[in-house]
Nanobody, 116 residues
Framework: VQLQACGGGLVQAGGSLRLACASS????????MGWYRQAPGKERELVAS???????YYADSVKGRFTISGDNAKNTVYLQMNSLKPEDTAVYYC???????????WGQGTLVTVSS
């Protein structure tokens, strides 16, 4: 499984960005996909995830502001980020979980910077 993430950038507080993560390879084996983020000096944290069945999870810090969705035809997962805050500034990583082999695949990070 290969993951290609894009969509980061610089935005003012209150603005919006949409991240996209395109998967290729053995995508049939993916059980869930998600977005993690890592801010400077902090541990990587799960922001949102979506299962192959469509179930979603959101960290409390982004509930009501971020929306994760998937396009099965394009093998792409999106993270729509609204009402961005400076504390959302981080490198965002796309993740795919394959339960059969208990393995996590990672895309390259994409930087999101929210200015105050």
């Amino acid at each position: 499984v290969q993951l290609q993430a894009c969509g980061g950038g610089l935005v003012q507080a209150g603005g919006s960005l949409r991240l996209a993560c395109a998967s290729s390879g053995s995508t049939f084996s993916i059980n869930a996909m998600g977005w993690y983020r890592q801010a400077p000096g902090k541990e990587r944290e799960l922001v949102a995830s979506i299962s192959s069945g469509g179930s979603t999870y959101y960290a409390d810090s982004v509930k009501g502001r971020f929306t994760i969705s998937g396009d099965n035809a394009k093998n792409t997962v999106y993270l729509q980020m609204n009402s961005l805050k400076p504390e959302d500034t981080a490198v965002y990583y796309c993740n795919a979980k394959v339960a059969l082999v208990e393995y996590d695949y990672w895309g390259q990070g994409t930087l999101v910077t929210v200015s105050s």
